[in-house]
T-cell receptor
Framework: DAKTTQPTSMDCAEGRAANLPCNHS???????VYWYRQIHSQGPQYIIH???NNETNEMASLIITEDRKSSTLILPHATLRDTAVYYC?????????????FGTGTLLAVQP | GAGVSQSPSNKVTEKGKDVELRCDPI?????LYWYRQSLGQGLEFLIY????????KSGLPSDRFSAERTGGSVSTLTIQRTQQEDSAVYLC?????????FGPGTRLTVT
């Protein structure tokens, strides 16, 4: 699975959009981009995933560049409860092992 | 509906003792994973079960670690002769399709 690079930390004002970048320059054609987050002392929580097209759900939007070498997770109206570590993960969706390889993620701190 | 549950939530054990950690996945989920997270670290994959296939044990750190999944449902992670470096939060996840659902974890402390 391809590796990802994320900033260590980011701040965002409450009510503003949080834009979390991720670089995955070695991504393969059959690899998806997944985002999970981990709120302090809880298990990780799935947010969204995508292959080529931009995706949106009730939690967030995922914007993937045309060359697929990077992506951005957008939380449109961040709240204090969105403070968490956000993990960008690249993997083959239904390969022999669907394990998630977590990097160090981005600590998003939403400020009041 | 019910999510992934794990027990116990906390376990303190003495070095050298064996421990068993339990995971109850979401009903109908065919895939089950174990990860561990040491203090301040990211998640580390341990083992993966998919249906009746042989498990992927490639992440188990030593032969003191083993896991089984009975009847395609409940899973038990066993750590024999625990060491202090085994102290971590052990997380279980189940999946059906793209999304993995994580339990709250078991915090293991080896004294």
């Amino acid at each position: 699975d391809a590796k990802t690079t994320q900033p260590t930390s980011m701040d965002c004002a409450e009510g503003r959009a949080a834009n979390l970048p991720c670089n995955h320059s070695t991504i393969s054609g059959n690899e998806y981009v997944y985002w999970y987050r981990q709120i302090h002392s809880q298990g990780p929580q799935y947010i969204i995933h995508g292959l080529k097209n931009n995706e949106t759900n009730e939690m967030a939007s995922l914007i993937i560049t045309e060359d697929r070498k990077s992506s951005t997770l957008i939380l449109p109206h961040a709240t204090l409860r969105d403070t968490a570590v956000y993990y960008c993960i690249v993997r083959v969706a239904l390969g022999a092992t669907n394990k998630l390889i977590f990097g160090t993620g981005t600590l998003l701190a939403v400020q009041p | 509906g019910a999510g992934v549950s794990q027990s116990p939530s906390n376990k303190v054990t003495e070095k050298g003792k064996d421990v068993e950690l339990r995971c109850d996945p979401i009903s109908g989920h065919t895939a089950l994973y174990w990860y561990r997270q040491s203090l301040g670290q990211g998640l580390e994959f341990l083992i993966y079960f998919q249906g009746n296939s042989a498990p992927d044990k490639s992440g188990l750190p030593s032969d003191r670690f083993s896991a089984e999944r009975t009847g395609g449902s409940v899973s038990t992670l066993t750590i024999q002769r625990t060491q202090q470096e085994d102290s971590a939060v052990y997380l279980c996840a189940s999946a059906f399709g793209h999304e993995q659902y994580f339990g709250p974890g078991t915090r293991l402390t080896v004294t």
